[in-house]
């Protein structure tokens, strides 16, 4: 009988060790990409997001907080301040501060980081994508959250995120992918900034 104890024992402290070697091995990972997005002056990515059956591709470049976001015919622009939301289909463009629009802290560049605060990390499986290998860590959110898990794909070779799939409580997911990652690219100095005479013809709703 004490020989089945101290094998259930032993057997039981293993499982938590190995538990906790893969959470590091996760942890170590993700430090990685945290470093490698910080590295770089400027962002560019393509990406496609699939929801609910839909897919819809977009684009964003970001430097630092700043960022221009184009997807679903709306484009979007922090400056560092403001936040502007240009909509060509009704000739509006919609300022606001970021702290006004509650997405102060929603930025491109954040949204790359944000597994680094409020989940638990698991090492999950290897993929080989197009003769990519990618590397899965499963992100269990800490708290109240409508999300069940994130599987978050990281390439194990550049150490760049290539896809980022979300598991909702109710069912449902939605994936996105990244379609091209390019890096210190030459942007003007005005990349970042609304030019308010390109849309004269625009209704400009100024909130604030």
């Known amino acids: 009988m004490k020989k089945w104890i101290a094998l259930l024992i032993f057997c039981t402290l293993s499982i938590f060790n190995i538990h906790a070697q893969n ?27 699939n929801a609910a059956g839909q897919n819809s591709r977009g684009n964003v470049t970001f430097s630092g907080d700043k960022y221009v976001l184009n997807f679903m015919g709306i484009t979007r622009i922090f400056d560092g301040v403001k936040i502007y939301t240009i909509n060509p289909e009704d000739e509006e463009v919609t300022i606001q501060s970021s702290k006004s629009s509650g997405n102060e802290s929603l930025t ?25 290998k990618i590397q899965y860590i499963k992100l269990k959110p800490i708290g109240k959250s409508d999300i069940k898990e994130i599987l978050l794909g990281i ?18 997911k939605s994936t996105l992918t990244v379609k091209s990652f390019k890096t210190n690219l030459t942007l003007s100095k005005n990349h970042f900034t609304f030019t308010e005479s390109k849309y004269s013809k625009y209704y400009i709703n100024k909130i604030d």
């Open 23 to 49: 959470a590091e091995k996760a942890k170590n990972l993700l430090n990685e990409v945290t470093k490698n997005v910080k590295s770089y002056n400027n962002i560019s990515i393509d990406f496609e997001l």
């Open 108 to 132: 491109p560049s954040k949204l790359l980081t944000f597994f680094n605060t409020g989940y638990s990390f698991h090492w999950e499986t290897t993929q080989n994508v197009n003769g990519r």
């Open 155 to 172: 390439d194990e070779k550049t150490k760049h995120i290539y896809n980022k799939i979300d598991v909702y409580k109710n069912g449902s």
